[in-house]
């Protein structure tokens, strides 16, 4: 069956390491995202990739990094840098360009910092 | 830049009560709209959608209907169930090149109690 695939569920991170979330889609899809979803502030977007090689910062970049090398794969690297990094991590994909056809979401991984 | 307004909640119902979760849009154009849903722990799934004005989205007895007028899209069911307890999110897409991008309001909590 196509979908989203994120590993691992949960993740537990001391602090000062980083740490890197998987995320993987065999629906041929161009476009890939992350957010990031706290308690009461809904989805912020992190990174987004229309295309293999390009991708973009959306509104909460800083302390991450992300690299998008095949069309199947975008992997997030939360870095040192972020400070507050505990929280729920979802990753999505869609068409590219088209403007009628949902986004689909993977089944999220929860960070912890101890 | 294109945005989503949907009311916040916790919004606490009994079974069987009739439900509305108001949501408005900012987009310089058209967008396509969609509600998701967020069961506990779990990624989004796509509710129902619309991509073009006074289209109406169905699914699961939720429905919600495009309105370029008010620029919004409100999501109603007639009867909820325990079962319908869970996060909804009001989403948009917007655009086309680089600033095709997801837009998600911040999401509302429905409690359905027996």
């Known amino acids: 069956d196509g979908g989203i695939t994120q590993s691992p569920k949960y993740l537990f991170r001391k602090e000062g390491q980083n740490v890197t979330l998987s995320c993987e889609q065999n629906l041929n899809h161009d476009a890939m995202y992350w957010y990031r979803q706290d308690p009461g502030q809904g989805l912020r977007l992190i990174y987004y990739?229309?295309?293999?090689?390009?991708?973009q910062k959306g509104d909460i970049a800083e302390g991450y990094s992300v690299s998008r090398e095949k069309k199947e794969s975008f992997p997030l690297t939360v870095t040192s840098a972020q400070k507050n990094p505990t929280a729920f991590y979802l990753c999505?994909?869609?068409?590219?360009?088209?403007?009628?056809?949902?986004?689909?979401f993977g089944q999220g991984t929860r960070l912890t910092v101890v | 830049g294109d945005s989503v307004t949907q009311m916040e909640g916790p919004v606490t119902l009994s079974e069987e009560a009739f439900l509305t979760i108001n949501c408005t849009y900012t987009?310089?154009?058209?967008?396509?709209l969609f509600w998701y849903v967020q069961y506990p722990g779990e990624g989004l799934q796509l509710l129902l959608k619309?991509?073009?004005?006074?289209d109406k989205g169905s699914n699961k007895g939720f429905e919600a209907t495009y309105r370029k007028e008010t620029t919004s899209f409100h999501l109603e069911k007639g009867s909820v169930q325990v079962s319908d307890s869970a996060v909804y999110f009001c989403a948009l897409i917007f655009g086309g090149g680089s600033n095709y991008k997801l837009t998600f309001g911040k999401g509302t909590l429905l409690t359905v109690n027996p």
């Open positions: 990739s229309q295309i293999v090689n390009d991708f």
């Open positions: 999505a994909s869609s068409p590219h360009g088209r403007v009628n056809t949902e986004a689909f």
């Open positions: 619309a991509t073009k004005a006074d």
């Open positions: 987009a310089t154009g058209y967008p396509s």
